[in-house]
């Protein structure tokens, strides 16, 4: 049960076949959730990096993590709740955008 406006577990965005998408083709967009799992590593050492996509905001984080749906948006950043793989635990993730863009703090 996922409330209104909201994706549902690892929904993907949809490919847009229009030239304009429409005001309610957008908001899905914005509340959709695309992932992608990366390997990285060197020495033979592979550690696996997942890239997702939540309200416009490209998340990487250790494929350990499993993206739920985006909480949400504000000044800040982008959240989002996941679910480790390993140990069930659901936990919140916070991108914050151009967090070291500012240096006078």
């Known amino acids: ?3 209104a406006g909201t994706a549902g577990p690892l929904s993907r965005a949809k490919e847009q076949t229009a030239s304009e998408p429409s005001a309610s083709q957008e908001e899905e967009n914005d509340n959709s959730i ?3 799992i ?3 590593g060197s020495k033979g050492i592979r550690n696996r990096i997942a890239h997702f996509m939540v309200c416009g905001n490209l998340f990487e984080v ?3 993590y499993i993206p739920i749906k985006p909480i949400g948006k504000g000044a800040y950043g982008v959240v989002c709740s996941a679910r480790n793989e390993k140990t069930d635990e659901k936990i919140a993730i916070k991108k914050i955008g151009n967090a ?3 240096t006078i703090d």
């Open 1 to 3: 049960e996922h409330a």
């Open 100 to 102: 070291f863009e500012n």
């Open 62 to 64: 250790d494929s350990v």
């Open 34 to 36: 695309a992932m992608q």
């Open 38 to 40: 990366t390997p990285k």
